[in-house]
Each structure stands twice: as structure tokens, then as C-alpha cells.
Nanobody
Framework: QVQLVESGGGLVQAEESLRLSCAAS????????IGWYRQAPGNQRELVAT???????NYADSVKGRFTISRDNAKKTAYLQMNSLKPEDTAVYYC???????WGQGTQVTVSS
């Protein structure tokens, strides 16, 4: 059974940091690219960052220089380190296993000004 479980969200103030985790099971984690996406109320889900199976990364312009995506294949876990958070980063954050086209349930991130 495929599972992606996000954790690490919460309520923080602007300029603070959070680290999100995406723990996978039921998949060959090392073979799949992982993406972090977010969806704010009234908005479409948007790509935040991706990391390939080989470790290549890509970021949305809005988070470049502030967010870092990484992965630990031994732990079957992907991470999203979010620094210098802004109120506009408030959203539900989802991870996605590209090879399996599978989504996690999401974790809420709220940034107050």
C-alpha cells in the first residue's frame, strides 16, 4: 500500500523557518522524483520544488533562495526546508511521488505577519 505522510507544518511568524517531511512507504523511493506543491484557499495547487531520483533540484521563482528540497533515500523521506517565511507562503503543502503519481494528505503551513 502506497503512503506519503507529510509532517512539520504549523503556525509561525514571518521570517521564521519550518522543515517539512514527507515519509514514504510502499514504493521504491529511490527511483521516483519527489515534488512539493502547495495550495492556498481559492488558488490552484502550484509547484514549489522538485528533486529527481538523482538529486537534481528545481524551484519556483517565488521560493528560490529561501526553500531547499532534499531527500534521504535510506529513510525514504523527502524534506522541504523553508526559511524566511512570508505570509504569502501560507498554504497546505503536499508531496507527490512522480513515478507513482501519488499524493500525500497535506500539511498546513500558516505564516503570520
Amino acid at each position: 500500500q502506497v503512503q506519503l505522510v507529510e509532517s512539520g507544518g504549523g503556525l509561525v511568524q514571518a521570517e521564521e523557518s519550518l522543515r517539512l517531511s514527507c515519509a514514504a512507504s510502499g514504493i521504491i523511493f529511490s527511483l521516483t522524483a519527489i515534488g512539493w506543491y502547495r495550495q492556498a484557499p481559492g488558488n490552484q495547487r502550484e509547484l514549489v520544488a522538485t528533486i529527481t531520483s538523482g538529486g537534481e533540484t528545481n524551484y519556483a521563482d517565488s521560493v528560490k533562495g529561501r526553500f531547499t528540497i532534499s531527500r534521504d533515500n535510506a529513510k525514504k523521506t523527502a524534506y522541504l526546508q523553508m526559511n524566511s517565511l512570508k505570509p504569502e507562503d501560507t498554504a497546505v503543502y503536499y508531496c507527490h511521488a512522480n513515478l507513482y503519481n501519488y499524493w500525500g494528505q497535506g500539511t498546513q503551513v500558516t505564516v503570520s505577519s
